[in-house]
């Protein structure tokens, strides 16, 4: 048990993939980035509103769980879906409506399930918090907002 989790650990540490916030569904549109997300990370701002949420760069032989919220950051659990065999995978707001806020993942294990999200909510302990460093609009044209503070965040897309 120890040694898988170390493994997935170095396994996370050589490779990470972005979070992309999303303005429209589908994952089109402008949108927010957090770059080389690592496992149990929320990509996510208190009160701004996404259609979807899209997993880019993920390494075609790791098996994930991507991750959507609601309810600011990555407070309410919306969208699950597993992700295996593709290097990109997008979750759609489920109701149509824009009101995503964050977005996460975390190994599926085939020997012992993935710690139940509640379980994370409860113990505050399985997600680390990131917000986006990039903006990148619908011609691609890319910014670096970095350092930029969450309230101007929000109003970007």
Do not use: H
């Amino acid at each position: 048990m120890q040694f898988e989790t170390i493994l997935l650990g170095l396994a996370a540490s050589v490779s990470a993939i972005d979070i992309r916030l999303r303005a429209g569904s589908g994952c089109t549109g402008a949108y927010q980035v957090c770059t080389g997300i690592n496992p149990d990370t929320c990509c996510g701002l208190s009160s701004a509103r996404f259609a979807s949420v899209g997993y880019v760069a993920i390494p075609t032989n790791w098996r994930i769980q991507g991750r959507a919220y609601s309810n600011g950051g990555c407070t309410t659990l919306v969208g699950l879906q597993t992700i295996q065999g593709t290097t990109n995978a997008c979750i759609n707001e489920p109701s149509g409506f824009a009101t995503l806020s964050g977005g996460g993942y975390n190994f599926v294990s085939k020997r012992r399930a993935a710690v139940p999200i509640e379980q994370c909510a409860a113990e505050k302990s399985c997600l680390s918090v990131a917000k986006p460093d990039t903006l990148v609009l619908e011609d691609e044209t890319k910014y670096s907002i970095v350092d930029m503070a969450e309230p101007l965040l929000e109003t970007l897309v």
